[in-house]
């Protein structure tokens, strides 16, 4: 996929608005929204900031690029508004908790926008997963999980025995526990 600079857009046989080539980064004003935007900007890619709080978004804006555009959006319903009616391109939500924000984000990019979060929680991934069929139709990809958190910890446990036998006696007492 090819993805221009904020503010550039397609527009549909039709003369309506079509898809828009802008890549969002919802709570771009959360620790890992500003380091998203700023590796996305250090890439060409000129992220659009979308956050709740105007100061903070101007703030966050200053380490993504002068070319980053910001939505103030009071609310995550907000936000799923703004990405119904705009139709980015590709939206990445950095908004926890996931189990709360992942499937109502992700169909409201549908049928117009690829999804991205970083959930790392399996209530929110097989929720996301759900709607494998739903984005198939629509031509359109769901990621979840992309975060560093997620790949660090499945790596550093992949690699580590000792983790590994400490995390299997932990979940194996926790489940012992729930059943009494």
Excluded at 24 to 44: C, F, I, K, Y
Excluded at 97 to 120: E, M, R
């Amino acid at each position: 996929m090819t993805c221009r600079r904020a503010g550039d857009a397609t527009t549909g046989n039709d003369g309506s608005d079509a898809m828009t080539n802008e890549v969002w980064v919802l709570g771009a004003t959360g620790r890992t929204g500003r380091a998203v935007a700023a590796r996305l900007a250090a890439t060409d890619v000129s992220p659009v900031l979308v956050g709740r709080d105007a100061t903070r978004l101007t703030e966050a804006s200053k380490s993504a690029g002068s070319g980053a555009r910001t939505i103030v959006a009071a609310s995550v319903a907000s936000m799923i508004a703004e990405v119904r009616r705009q139709r980015p391109a590709v939206v990445i939500n950095t908004i926890g908790p996931f189990a709360d924000t992942a499937v109502p984000i992700a169909q409201a990019c549908l049928p117009g926008s690829h999804y991205v979060d970083l959930a790392n929680d399996v209530i929110a991934a097989s929720a996301l997963l759900g709607l494998h069929e739903e984005a198939v139709a629509a031509g359109r990809i769901l990621v979840t999980g992309a975060g560093f958190g997620v790949l660090a910890t499945e790596s550093v446990v992949a690699r580590d025995p000792e983790t590994r036998r400490a995390l299997a006696d932990f979940e194996l007492r926790s489940i012992l526990q729930e059943r009494r």
